[in-house]
């Protein structure tokens, strides 16, 4: 069974600094999918990015980006210049090909002024 | 554009009731989950479905049960509520090749608390 860890229950930074979210996964699968879920205070859960197993490139968004070492089955965010309303809980999640989809227990982060 | 809609928002129940939580989607997508969400836990994969008609067990399928009678709707059963399962649901919805294109569609959760 898929398994998705995130060693960090809770981070704190201050603004405008670079900070890492780390993520780790078990699987068997070769062809995946992983992603990184952003939950404000709101509840609402918001996708931030998301990589595909098979591209070697990590994928960036903004001032998001992912360091994906599949041989490491390791998949972590980088945030860089944290501004305050990056304040939130964030999930790490895995997906294989098709079917159900494995969070992790969340990084709790707080920016502060 | 509703996205995903989950009914009701809150609920209150005494132990032993039972009670079903609507989920529905108006985008046409295949799969749809349903998650609890608990302090600490983050989000658990209760049941979920691949297609209407069909239903499968996630993490933790113990004490729910879920039917997918019609493409748009997912519904999430507790048939004699415990303490145990107060929290925060979750559904969602995705569709079929669109893993990388588009993200999960989340609904707003349904805050459960059983007495």
């Known amino acids: 069974a898929q398994t998705v860890t995130q060693s960090q229950p809770e981070m704190s930074v201050q603004e405008a600094e670079t900070v890492t979210l780390s993520c780790t996964y078990d699987t068997s699968e070769n062809n995946y999918y992983l992603f990184w879920y952003k939950q404000p205070p709101s509840r609402q859960m918001i996708l931030v990015i998301r990589q595909e197993a098979y591209k070697q490139q990590n994928a960036t968004e903004n001032r998001f980006s992912v360091n994906f070492q599949k041989a490491a089955k390791s998949f972590s965010l980088k945030i860089s210049d944290s501004q305050l309303g990056d304040t939130a809980m964030y999930f790490c999640a895995f997906m294989k090909h098709a079917g159900k989809i494995i969070f992790g227990k969340g990084t709790r982060l707080h920016i502060l002024p | 554009n509703a996205g995903v809609t989950q009914t009701p928002k809150f609920r209150v129940l005494k132990t032993g009731q039972s009670m079903t939580l609507l989920c529905a989607q108006d985008?046409?997508?295949?799969?749809m989950y349903w998650y609890r969400q608990d302090p600490g836990m983050g989000l658990r994969l209760i049941h979920y479905s691949v297609g209407e008609g069909t239903t499968a067990k996630g993490e933790v399928p113990d004490g729910y049960n879920v039917s997918r009678l019609k493409k748009q709707n997912f519904l999430l059963g507790l048939e004699s509520a415990a303490p145990s399962q107060t929290s925060v649901y979750f559904c969602a919805s995705l569709g079929v090749g669109h893993f990388a294109d588009q993200p999960q569609h989340f609904g707003d959760g349904t805050r459960l608390s059983i007495l």
């Open positions: 985008m046409n997508h295949e799969y």
